[in-house]
């Protein structure tokens, strides 16, 4: 693996150190950016999901096409158990 140096202020490292210990068992920085890296990105996907249901739910034809098409596909499961 191929490695880089980030410059950042000493009170970022500094807090960088101290969530890596206390939240990550001391593990290295570059692990602990990984994980917030991806954690930013998954929350990310889920807020644009969020906002793109929100503009289908703003179009009455739209959504309505879409909650009938979501009908069809329950009743085409074929997997022989009633709704609850």
Same mark, same amino acid.
């Given at each position: 693996?191929? $490695?880089?140096?980030?410059? $950042?202020?000493? #009170?970022?490292?500094?807090? +960088? =150190? !101290?969530? %890596? %210990?206390?939240?990550? =068992?001391? @593990?290295?920085?570059? &692990?602990? *950016?990984?994980? +917030? *890296?991806?954690?930013?990105?998954?929350?990310?996907?889920?807020?644009?999901? +969020?906002? !793109?249901? &929100?503009?289908?739910? !703003? /179009? !009455? /034809? @739209?959504?309505?096409?879409?909650?009938? #098409? +979501?009908? #069809?596909? /329950?009743?085409?499961?074929?997997?022989?158990? %009633? /709704?609850?």
């Amino acid at each position: 693996m191929t $490695v880089t140096t980030v410059k $950042v202020p000493m #009170e970022v490292r500094d807090r +960088l =150190a !101290a969530l %890596a %210990a206390v939240d990550f =068992a001391g @593990a290295p920085l570059g &692990q602990v *950016i990984e994980v +917030l *890296i991806t954690e930013h990105e998954d929350r990310r996907l889920h807020r644009d999901i +969020l906002d !793109a249901y &929100q503009r289908l739910r !703003a /179009d !009455a /034809d @739209a959504w309505s096409g879409y909650t009938s #098409e +979501l009908e #069809e596909w /329950d009743t085409t499961a074929g997997d022989g158990t %009633a /709704d609850r």
